[in-house]
């Protein structure tokens, strides 16, 4: 049975929306703000989490963020990663091009429970900003992890605004990532 675990770049404050800047927000291209160690670092980070886990869950808009920046990247990270097999939720008709995807479409509480059935080890969730929520509202995570850039957005969607109520979570575990980055692991009480 599979592990619904959130792995999320965000901002200090809370943000992970448009962290390029290409999405032309006022608050975007808090990504590119570290040192070339933290980037280094945080991409030793990324791609042991990748070895670790075992499917990917992400949405339409995070697979067409994804997908072409990844399907011919070569390297043992970019090998891993699309080597992976990926769902993507969506209600978009069009073929699905990067490989290992399966279009997955449905109500999510349902969609998640039988894919958690199917699917063995870590399932990760990446960016995918309308999804988590989602997940969230139906206590469907098992574990959230977070990188957390040293910068102040100071504007843009927080990642948690549209969960609703209190959602207690304990620490499992903390720790720098080269010189300026946090990984924070939680999972729900």
């Not at 206590?139 to 992890?145: F, G, S, T, Y």
Request: proline content about 5%; aromatic content about 8%.
């Amino acid at each position: 049975m599979a592990r619904i675990v959130v792995s999320e770049n965000i901002t200090l404050d809370g943000v992970a929306t448009d962290p390029t800047g290409e999405e032309g927000t006022g608050h975007g291209g808090w990504f590119t703000r570290m040192t070339d160690r933290d980037r280094e670092a945080w991409a030793e980070a990324e791609y042991d989490e990748a070895l670790s886990s075992d499917a990917v869950l992400i949405g339409r808009r995070s697979y067409e963020y994804f997908a072409p920046r990844w399907a011919d990247r070569p390297g043992a990270w970019a090998d891993r990663f699309n080597g992976m097999p990926k769902y993507v939720l969506t209600t978009t008709p069009g073929e699905l091009t990067w490989n290992n995807c399966t279009a997955v479409s449905g109500a999510v509480p349902e969609l998640v429970a039988r894919l958690k059935q199917e699917v063995e080890g870590d399932l990760v969730v990446y960016a995918s900003s309308r999804l988590v929520p989602e997940l969230i509202r139906h206590n469907l995570v098992d574990e959230l992890r977070f990188l957390v850039l040293p910068v102040l957005a100071g504007t843009g969607a927080g990642l948690f605004a549209s969960v609703g109520g209190l959602r207690p979570l304990r620490l499992v575990s903390n720790r720098t990532i080269g010189e300026n980055l946090l990984h924070l692991a939680y999972r729900p009480v």
